[in-house]
Each structure stands twice: as C-alpha cells, then as structure tokens.
C-alpha cells in the first residue's frame, strides 16, 4: 500500500450538522487521522424524503468528498446508511464505505439483557427497516420496535437538550416504551438511530433510569471504522492530522450549531460552502 492513500483523510458525510457527534467520535478514537466533513445542509432533513431522493442526494456528496481525495467514507447519517449504503457501496467500488446502522445495532444486541430493544429514529430510517434487520442479525430472537421521532431532530438543533420542555416531549414518545407496568415486557436498551439523539443522551438517561441501556451509533462506528483501517492496512502513518469542514448553505448556521454536537469551538471562517448538486 503506497504511504500516500494511507495518509489520506477519512470522508464523513451527513444530511447536516448532527453527523458532528461521528466526527467527534472518530477524533476520538483515531486521533492521529484525518477527516474531511461534509454536511448537505441545504437539502437537510432526509428524515422525511423518499428513498429515490435520499439515494440520489448520498450518491452526490459522496462524489464530493471523494474528488477531495479520501481513502474511506464514512456515512455518518443514518437515514442515508438505511437507505443508501449499497448504492454507494456498488457507485464507489474499491472505496471502504462504512455506514452506522450495522455497528449501532451490534451494540445494541450487546448492551440489551430482555433483547427487548427500541429504535429511534427519523421517519425514513424506521420505514427502511434496516435497523430491526441488523439487531436481529446479531441478535437473533430480539424483540425490536422502532419509533421515529422528528420532533427530537428539531429540538436538538433549537439546543433544547434539557429542561421540562424536552422531558415532556422524551416522555411522550417514549414511556409507552419503556414504562409498562409489567417490568418484563419493558425495553431494557434504547438504541439512538439518528445523528443527533447522542446530545439528548443524558435526558432520556435521567428520564428512563439506569436499567435501560442507551446505544449510540457514533462511537460503535467509529470502533467499526478503526477495524476496516487496520484490515486494510490504510491507518494514517504520516502528517499532521486535521480537520476540513463543508457545508452545502449557510456556513455561519453551521459553525453556530456544531457547538451543540462538538465540545471545540468553530467559526464560519472554518467552513467553506460547496455546490454538490
Ligand atoms: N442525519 C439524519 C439522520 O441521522 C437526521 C437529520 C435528517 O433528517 O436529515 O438520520
């Protein structure tokens, strides 16, 4: 393997800004790499599109990100990982690309003792159906419901991550779930299936106790990304890693929100706008 494709950066491409918490999580776990973001902002949200679109808008930023030069492409949005990886899987042939609905439903199969497990999600991630898919593939038995939850997408950008507004709407989606006055019958595992539920983590943890085990899809993935490095001897050997963020509008919206997902500081000056369609 040439020195050069190694120490490429790792593409990571999401509907918007919620994808934030994967970068986080891949900064995290892979410090010494490099990654390049980018958010379709202007066509945000996929949520609620059709899966024509959402394969058409995945396919289109991919080829952004890969005409930068990368050597992975990680789909942090979950409703394009639902609906779009094996497109972009048979568009990009010979380019790892790993989405987040598998390694966030492994885990979950994992964390859950009943095998009693809840999805959240967007509308379009829940129609697709992947995620009680991939549960029962490392689960087999499991007992999965999936529930979309819009409203969680919205609240989180507005930054109402807490107080007894959020708690209200957590409790409306979710106690028929997890609060059945019969203890067996109840989820013991929430799996986040949407780029921005991880900022909502602590409330639905305060919200639904310690007993049920919350799952995230970023830091599965980034752990899943780390092994397709390794496997294919592509881990950066060299350079000084950084970090490259687009955005399809509003450079300035952008920079504001990540603050929600990502605990470093971002200007608008950091984000250059790029035309994908
Ligand atoms: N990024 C999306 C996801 O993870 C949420 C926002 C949207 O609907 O585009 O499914």
Avoid at 168 to 184: G, M, N, S, T, V
Wanted: proline content about 8%; some cysteine; aromatic content about 6%.
């Amino acid at each position: 393997m040439p020195a050069k494709r190694r120490d490429l950066p790792i593409g990571v491409f999401d509907s918007g800004i919620g994808g934030l918490t994967v970068l986080k999580a891949l900064r995290e776990r892979l410090p010494g790499e490099s990654l390049i973001y980018l958010g379709d902002t202007a066509r945000l949200p996929y949520g609620t599109k059709s899966a024509a679109a959402i394969s058409h808008y995945a396919v289109q930023a991919a080829h952004a990100l890969v005409s930068t030069g990368i050597k992975a492409l990680v789909v942090a949005d979950n409703t394009s990982s639902a609906l779009a990886l094996e497109t972009l899987r048979t568009e990009f042939p010979g380019l790892p690309v790993i989405g987040v609905v598998e390694p966030g439903a492994t885990a979950a199969g994992h964390a859950s003792a009943n095998g009693r497990i809840v999805v959240i999600a967007t509308e379009s991630t829940v129609q697709a159906g992947s995620y009680p898919r991939a549960v029962l593939n490392s689960r087999p038995g499991a007992q999965v419901r999936s529930l979309a939850c819009p409203l969680f997408v919205s609240m989180t950008e507005e930054g109402m991550v807490d107080g007894p507004i959020a708690e209200q709407i957590a409790r409306h989606y979710l106690a028929p779930l997890f609060l059945d006055p019969e203890p067996a019958l109840r989820g013991d595992c929430l799996l986040l299936g949407c780029t921005h539920f991880p900022a909502l983590a602590p409330l639905l943890h305060d919200l639904l106790g310690p007993e049920v085990a919350i799952v995230d899809s970023a830091t599965t993935t980034a752990s899943a990304v780390e092994d397709v490095l390794t496997h294919r001897r592509l881990a950066a050997t060299h350079g000084t890693p950084h970090i490259r963020y687009m955005s399809t509008d509003a450079p300035d919206r952008f920079a504001r929100i990540a603050a929600i997902f990502v605990p470093w500081p971002l200007t608008a000056e950091q984000v250059e706008l790029v035309d994908i369609g």
